[in-house]
């Protein structure tokens, strides 16, 4: 197996098309027919196959994550690790803690580069430091647990989030982000939750910045950002 490379930073000159969409202008030497697995999680790491064409003179492979508005303040390339085995084969290395979301995969190269949009997907994955309690019937029975989102920025006021387990709310007492990561810490009271498995349902908003051309200025307004996520087997009562 060759030796990783560390991909470079995208050459490819990037131009603006409406709201927050991206196109490289070089030629398209390159070409990407189909990226083995296209979902992946953020909690682990990955090696992508990627089989095409033009791939001999590959100089970086990077992703491009997708949003439905111009973030004013995220980094949406990310650089991969790779090796080009053939012309028409190469691999790229996925670290973990990305943030969920749709993935252009990028070939840059000395004759042009390569896209294909919507090439990857990575999930986020949900966590919790208990993941199995016993079943109870007493009225004063709390338990505290708290869930790691990886992949997922939450805002940080705990009312812009709602978790629940099998339809039964918690209450959330706390949010907190690191990178591209959040930690919920929710209360839940268990007296005769049945046993079994337990899903777990979100809910969330968060304010984002975003970046808005104005004539031959650019602007930055806030905007809501939000989404729903299930995750199963969080949670067990035995």
């Known amino acids: 197996m060759n030796t990783k490379t560390k991909a470079g930073v995208w050459a490819l000159a990037l131009g603006v098309i409406g709201a927050g969409m991206f196109f490289a202008s070089s030629a398209k030497a390159a070409t990407i027919t189909?990226?083995?697995?296209?979902d992946v999680w953020a909690d682990e790491a990955y090696t992508i196959t990627?089989?095409?064409?033009g791939f001999d003179d590959t100089t970086g492979i990077s992703?491009?994550?997708?949003?439905?508005y111009i973030p004013a303040d995220e980094i949406r390339i990310v650089n991969l690790d790779f090796d080009v085995f053939t012309d028409s084969h190469a691999e790229a290395y996925i670290p973990t803690g990305l943030r969920a979301g749709w993935y252009d995969?990028?070939?840059?190269?000395?004759?042009?580069?390569?896209e294909l949009e919507n090439a990857v997907w990575i999930g986020s994955t949900a966590l919790s430091n208990?993941?199995?309690?016993?079943?109870?019937?007493?009225k004063k029975a709390k338990r505290t647990l708290s869930i790691e989102f990886e992949g997922l920025v939450l805002g940080k006021n705990k009312k812009w989030t709602t978790i629940k387990f099998n339809g039964r709310k918690a209450n959330v007492?706390?949010?907190s982000t690191s990178g591209n990561n959040s930690t919920v810490v929710v209360q839940i009271k268990p007296r005769k939750w049945g046993r079994g498995s337990y899903e777990l349902s979100l809910r969330w908003k968060n304010k984002v910045r975003e970046e808005i051309e104005s004539g031959d200025d650019v602007i930055y307004r806030n905007r809501w950002d939000s989404g729903t996520a299930t995750y199963p087997d969080v949670l067990e009562i035995i």
């Not at 189909?34 to 296209?38: K, Q």
């Not at 990627?50 to 064409?53: C, F, L, V």
């Not at 990028?106 to 390569?114: A, E, L, S």
């Not at 208990?130 to 007493?138: K, Q, R, V």
């Open 34 to 38: 189909n990226v083995d697995p296209s």
């Open 105 to 114: 995969l990028w070939i840059d190269g000395n004759d042009g580069g390569g």
């Open 130 to 138: 208990i993941s199995e309690l016993n079943y109870t019937t007493s």
């Open 173 to 175: 007492k706390r949010v």
């Open 63 to 68: 992703l491009f994550r997708h949003t439905d």
């Open 50 to 53: 990627i089989t095409g064409s």
